[in-house]
């Protein structure tokens, strides 16, 4: 276990909320691990990964860890397990839950969910190194009134409300529910992974009160979005429950909103690596709160082997 | 050229805005035309239409064709052409224009659009009848901010808020912008042309002028639209631009929003049989006006044949 070392008063690769939008190449690789015969991704899933900034892994979870993480997910959102109000975000206009957040310590089977070698050990591989749960939640897209989550980079409000030094994270979004492309599924830009957009714009104080309803600052423009969407196009995550997506940091995604009748749920664990633990924000006055980003960590999650429920 | 002779005194056979939801068999035919081999239709074509309640055409015009309407499009959408205000909706929150009503009295160009017999032929065979537009429009979605459209049947409002007597109406809408799953392309529930929900609630005076941005009477509960699309799925209208989708009044449709950065855009012509113009509405105190729908129309459109442009 390296201890973070990283000079916030000398080092900023990834300068952002600036006067004007600025457009910079990635200082970090994007696989940090050597792929080898023993890896638990294939090599063309780890190029794949590489290449495009996300891996989407179909029926890694069995029909009956699926059952059971869906029966645990209903019973987190009834209400009835006595969630702190701050744990949880509604939609706009309603009182419909749209997050439960620090999932892993809500809930057991979640934590399990978390340290799972099929998610937890492919993103150990990739980040070459132990990892911890930077944020850990449940996103509920309802049928019918979900809403739409706009395009965005989470390196770049990590870095600057969370203090996030290096591109050295992983997202993982477990699907709960059969997502095609019409119930809002995350859309992401493939190759987008390799620019850092730094945002124009100083970061409001208490900014994550409104962000996480509907993001302002800490967005790339229009014509930003328009020239990445004609370079790279826009691809989206379908795929039945218990299937697993891995997305860099720095991929710039997003989802539509939803009037079907079919919901969209999904368990969203985001792994940082040990070595790149939060440090003071690199654009903001005062850390987010600690359910969306985790500053003091007791140690690397453990992870572990076998099923799940 | 029949006349209306439709008894509003003693017939309705679509009640609605009652105190409860309520299902019924439509009591029209679908295609009422008969096919032969001479028809504008193939077989398969016609089937599939009468089967699903909408229909979609490839490739119908020519790229140069679709390259005159696009710049057409452009030229409406600009302003400089000196669009009536209440012709003109605009996006919640925004100036940005939504929709351009009259379309075909705004501009030859679409005018002869709405009459080229690749379109109207085909409807007019459907319908076995002249035809008359009872609503002409160009539909722009912007990207990054397109709002969603909600779930209805255009003929439950048509027939409430209207008048029109029976389902004997085809809309078409001509893609004028490439349309994926991702840039809120329309969707269609196939075979909920079969039956007519009739929605609860007394409709409110003017209507319209709230509905056409969010309707909230006219539209099924969610109980019912859970219940069609788990029996009956739901579709979407993607193609090129120049791409036709026919469908018919009463398949239940909506669109979502569009955080792409890709616009979507639509020519869009109620086709309706000469014989079923409309009366006084079914349920409404005074009809909609004039730009919604077309109340006295002067004789069935002149269908032609030839390139467009």
Redo the contacts between chains.
């Keep these: 276990m390296t201890q973070s070392a990283f000079d916030t008063a000398n080092h900023d690769d990834y300068p952002t909320r600036l006067a004007a939008e600025k457009w910079q190449e990635r200082k970090d690789p994007v696989v940090w691990g050597q792929w080898t015969p023993e890896a638990p991704l294939t090599r063309a899933q780890t190029e794949s990964f590489e290449k495009n900034g996300y891996l989407i892994l179909r029926d890694v979870f069995t029909p009956g860890e699926v059952a059971a993480l869906q029966k645990e997910s209903a019973l987190l959102r009834s209400g009835d397990t006595g969630i702190a109000e701050d744990n949880v975000i509604t939609e706009p206009g309603s009182n419909e839950i749209r997050t439960v957040f620090r999932l892993d310590e809500q809930n057991a089977l979640f934590d399990r969910l978390a340290r799972d070698r099929r998610i937890a050990g492919a993103v150990s591989f990739l980040l070459d190194d132990d990892v911890y749960l930077h944020q850990s939640r449940l996103n509920y897209k309802p049928?019918?009134t979900g809403k739409?989550f706009?395009?965005h980079s989470d390196f770049e409000t990590w870095h600057a409300e969370d203090g996030m030094p290096r591109m050295r994270a992983i997202s993982a979004s477990i699907l709960l529910t059969d997502n095609d492309?019409?119930n809002?599924p995350l859309?992401l830009m493939p190759g987008t992974h390799r620019n850092f957009i730094a945002c124009a714009g100083e970061t409001p104080e208490d900014n994550h009160k409104t962000s996480l309803k509907k993001q302002e600052v800490g967005v790339p423009s229009?014509d930003a979005?328009?020239r990445m969407?004609?370079e790279h196009g826009?691809d989206?995550a379908s795929g039945s429950a218990g299937t697993v997506v891995l997305f860099d940091c720095n991929t710039m995604h997003?989802?539509?909103?939803?009037?079907?009748?079919?919901p969209r749920s999904n368990a969203f664990f985001v792994y940082n690596a040990w070595s790149n633990r939060v440090v003071e924000p690199f654009a903001a006055k005062a850390p987010r709160p600690a359910f969306l980003s985790s500053r003091d960590p007791k140690g690397p999650i453990a992870i572990e082997a076998g099923t799940i429920g």
């Design positions: 049928g019918f739409e706009y395009w492309a019409l809002g859309m229009h979005l328009t969407a004609k826009i989206y997003g989802s539509n909103g939803n009037i079907t009748p079919f």
